[in-house]
């Protein structure tokens, strides 16, 4: 399979504890996105990478969240603390730079449930 | 701050319909603008792809249109079958913005 890859796809955890998310993108793809996504509602941006490098993040990153992308492969987010409103899909997008802004492509993304 | 807005929210149509998603946006500064499908609980699968310079795009049954100018985008859908049931995302690159803003979607049933 060469999408882009997370894991887990299901988490239920106790509120206050930690939780990590893994996300592989497409191999030759240098730039990676996170994005959550609620009930009802299209996705919304919360952080990018272009290749290792975290160029941009989004002010519903509170500062209980932290993302790596080390040697700008695969990529972790991190939840710590976590609250019943962190419950959510978290979705994981890459897309190759080029002269024009490329096609992104998600992976199935990681569904979340504070309880 | 780009907005994007896709009516109807919900729509069900009996099989073999011809039909047609919307989908407006504020900013016309826009690189592409990406059609997107979610099946419940599950991702987001790309359907079509549009850059800027371009009017429209074909995959199969599918068609999206895309005018700039009025900041409106179409994903026409012909002869509709049950399996095309799912929710329809549209979303835009703005040029300033390295991040996709996406509407909420519609939530299409196609009826046996």
């Known amino acids: 399979d060469t999408g882009v890859s997370q894991n887990p796809r299901h988490k239920i955890t106790k509120r206050g504890q930690n939780v990590t998310f893994r996300c592989d993108p497409i191999?030759?793809?240098?730039?990676l996105y996170w994005y959550r996504q609620t009930l009802g509602q299209g996705p919304e941006f919360l952080t990018y990478f272009q290749n290792e490098a975290q160029l941009e993040k989004s002010r519903l990153l509170s500062d209980r969240f932290s993302a790596e992308r080390p040697k700008g492969s695969f990529s972790t987010l991190e939840i710590q603390r976590t609250e019943q409103g962190d419950s959510a899909m978290y979705l994981c997008?890459?897309?190759?730079?080029?002269?024009?802004?490329?096609?992104?492509?998600f992976g199935q993304g990681t569904r979340l449930t504070v309880v | 701050k780009q907005e994007v807005t896709q009516i109807p929210a919900a729509l069900s149509v009996p099989e073999g319909e011809n039909l047609v998603l919307n989908c407006s946006f504020t900013?016309?500064?826009?690189?592409?603008l990406q059609w997107f499908r979610q099946d419940p609980g599950k991702g987001l699968t790309s359907l079509l792809l549009i850059q800027s310079s371009q009017r429209e795009q074909t995959s199969g049954r599918l068609n999206a249109s895309l005018d700039k100018s009025s900041g409106r985008s179409t994903l026409y859908i012909a002869a509709s079958q049950p399996g095309d049931s799912a929710t329809y995302l549209c979303a835009v690159l703005r040029g300033s913005a390295r991040q996709l803003t996406f509407g909420s979607g519609t939530q299409l049933t196609v009826l046996p």
């Open positions: 191999s030759e793809h240098n730039r």
């Open positions: 900013d016309s500064a826009i690189y592409n």
């Open positions: 997008a890459s897309s190759l730079m080029g002269l024009m802004n490329t096609e992104a492509f």
